[in-house]
């Protein structure tokens, strides 16, 4: 088992900055990725970033790429979400999740884990 508990989020203005934190523990040393999604109301979630365990590789849907950056300390065993240049349509309850085999990384099924969701709220 992978326990993941995510902080950080909340509410800013459009252009603000927030940043998330998903921190890891149990069962993470086969772990393959740590994936972002989000979901606003009314709608299915969506694929936001994932990156490899290790760390070298990160992938990002067009979305938010050039605004967000997903990372992991892997001393802490923790994952982040630096979310920059924040628009009204970014909002959504962002999730953090983990899955230990490889493959398509931006479909939240095939994720093994998941944190407890964060609101995040963008004011116009």
């Known amino acids: 088992q992978v326990q993941l508990v995510q902080s950080g989020g909340g509410l800013v203005q459009t252009g603000g900055s927030l940043r998330l934190s998903c921190a890891a523990s149990?069962?993470?040393?086969?772990?393959?990725?740590m994936g972002w999604f989000r979901q606003a109301p009314g709608k299915e979630r969506e694929f936001v970033a994932a990156i490899t365990w290790s760390a070298t590789y990160t992938f990002y849907a067009d979305s938010v790429k050039g605004r967000f950056t997903i990372s992991r300390d892997n001393a802490k065993n923790t994952g982040y979400l630096q979310m920059n240049s924040l628009k009204p349509e970014d909002t959504a309850v962002y999730y953090c999740?983990?899955?230990?085999?490889?493959?398509?990384?931006?479909?939240?099924?095939?994720?093994?884990?998941w944190g407890q969701g964060t609101q995040v709220t963008v004011s116009s």
């Open positions: 999740a983990t899955r230990n085999f490889g493959g398509n990384y931006y479909t939240d099924s095939t994720y093994n884990y």
């Open positions: 149990g069962r993470t040393f086969d772990s393959v990725y």
